[in-house]
């Protein structure tokens, strides 16, 4: 069975940093994606992690741990624009452009002047 | 970058009546292209998989009558809803991957309202 996890919700403030958590219980795993997504629009691309560690880009940074099936999405300085919903996905067999990847429900995160 | 487009944005239509969706990669080849469907508040749930010139793979618990998919060339795969229904209203998002890349490209979405 396919199971991933993510809070629901999030609050944070302007400027500062915060932590999205995600943990999966897949049938198989061939990398773990981070996606934004806007009210009324679809998703946007973030990261893309298939061995563990961290990956920088920018004022986002992504973790893995396949071990512990778990991840995170660090997102500095914040700013307005970054209220939005992150989806944390999974992809479930292979590694090409065939293979599904599986949604979380997604956290809403908003952000506070 | 890839690019993937939906067409229409929107669309309204009354109960009962079809409605075709399509997706097309702009700028590279897809052999799959995936569909999804997200309802207010939800995250985005996998309906098929489409493989270009072969029979799509349904995700369990929906309708293959229903939900209809044609994937007749590498860029082009289209959604119908037949005989839709109020509760048939959702966001439908199509997703196709750049062979090299290994990554998912997203549609805009496609916001569906069936009165």
């Known amino acids: 069975g396919q199971n991933i996890d993510q809070p629901t919700e999030m609050t944070a403030t302007e400027g500062a940093i915060v932590q999205i958590n995600c943990t999966y219980q897949?049938?198989?795993?061939?990398?773990l994606f981070w996606y934004q997504q806007h009210a009324g629009e679809a998703p946007t691309f973030l990261s893309y992690?298939?061995?563990?560690g961290l990956e920088e880009k920018g004022r986002f940074s992504s973790f893995l741990s396949r071990s512990k099936g778990y991840s995170y999405l660090l997102l500095k300085e914040l700013q307005m624009k970054d209220s939005a919903s992150y989806l944390c996905?999974?992809?479930?067999?292979?590694?090409?452009?065939?293979?599904?990847?599986?949604f979380g429900s997604g956290t809403r995160l908003s952000i506070r002047p | 970058g890839a690019v993937v487009s939906q067409h229409p944005s929107w669309v309204i239509c009354k109960s009962g009546t079809s409605v075709k969706i399509e997706c097309r990669s702009l700028?590279?080849?897809?052999?799959?292209m995936f569909w999804y469907r997200q309802f207010p508040k939800q995250s985005l749930m996998l309906m098929a998989t489409?493989?270009?010139?072969?029979?799509?793979?349904?995700e369990q618990g929906v309708e293959k009558d229903k939900f209809l998919i044609n994937h007749a060339s590498l860029t082009l795969s289209t959604l119908t809803v037949t005989s839709a229904h109020p509760e048939d209203s959702s966001f439908y998002i199509c997703?196709?991957?750049?062979?090299?890349?290994?990554?998912?490209?997203f549609g805009e979405g496609s916001r569906l309202t069936v009165l």
């Open positions: 700028d590279f080849q897809a052999t799959t």
């Open positions: 897949t049938s198989g795993f061939n990398g």
């Open positions: 996905a999974v992809r479930d067999e292979g590694y090409s452009s065939a293979s599904k990847i599986i």
């Open positions: 992690n298939v061995l563990d």
């Open positions: 489409s493989n270009e010139g072969s029979k799509a793979t349904y």
């Open positions: 997703s196709a991957g750049d062979r090299e890349a290994g990554e998912l490209f």
